[in-house]
């Protein structure tokens, strides 16, 4: 029997009667450990603020109202371009009919530039690093996020998640729904750059302003 005859035959006997080697665990990389609703906020809240991002928190729908109303107030927001959702009407009760646009086929990129502000919805929060996931069914919807010089995200307590492996059923769940349109972008903190000299430039390629408006 030669060299080779003899590897082949070792490997025939390991393949029918050799050993049983047991493969590695994969290790846990994001564990789960099951923060509660408010670690999950505080944890965001923290996250976010790192990044110059900004959390108001409402604690019911009519508290939420007034917080965007004072919000679109005190930053003398003439008008603000928001996407058109159940949870934008209700939120945006306590503005005046005049002061919100909703999203439509026929915006155009120059228009969206102008506005006060731009009003989209969270589909999840991942607490781990203040970012929002925020679904974008149409180019205007998308251009939202971007254009205006401030972005208001809305979004539930409910829709807090502790990290991506946390949330990745619901997002397998929501991509994998054949009727679904568009595209998922990830937003942490407002538009930056530190390009230059390494002088850290807030909304450079995006909104100068983020902020998360969270209603339990």
Request: hydrophobic share 40%; aromatic share 4%.
């Amino acid at each position: 029997m030669n060299s080779r005859d003899a590897i082949l035959q070792r490997i025939r006997t390991e393949l029918t009667g050799g050993p049983t080697i047991e493969e590695p665990l994969v290790p846990e990389v994001w564990p789960q450990t099951g923060p509660s609703t408010e670690q999950l906020v505080e944890r965001f809240t923290g996250e976010l603020q790192d990044v110059q991002g900004e959390v108001v928190r409402g604690g019911s729908m009519d508290e939420a109202r007034q917080k965007l109303a004072e919000l679109a107030d005190q930053s003398q927001w003439e008008m603000i371009g928001s996407v058109d959702r159940p949870i934008c009407r209700e939120v945006a009760g306590g503005l005046a009919p005049e002061q919100v646009a909703w999203a439509a086929d026929d915006w155009q990129p120059q228009y969206m530039a102008e506005l006060s502000a731009g009003m989209v919805v969270a589909e999840l929060l991942l607490a781990d690093t203040g970012s929002c996931m925020i679904a974008c069914d149409t180019p205007q919807e998308r251009l939202l996020c971007y254009l205006p010089p401030a972005c208001v995200v809305v979004a539930r307590t409910g829709q807090l998640a502790e990290h991506m492996s946390a949330a990745w059923d619901r997002i397998a769940r929501r991509t994998a729904d054949p009727a679904r349109r568009g595209e998922s972008v990830l937003v942490t903190g407002p538009s930056r750059t530190a390009d230059i000299e390494k002088i850290l430039i807030l909304g450079a390629h995006g909104p100068k302003r983020l902020v998360v408006l969270l209603v339990d």
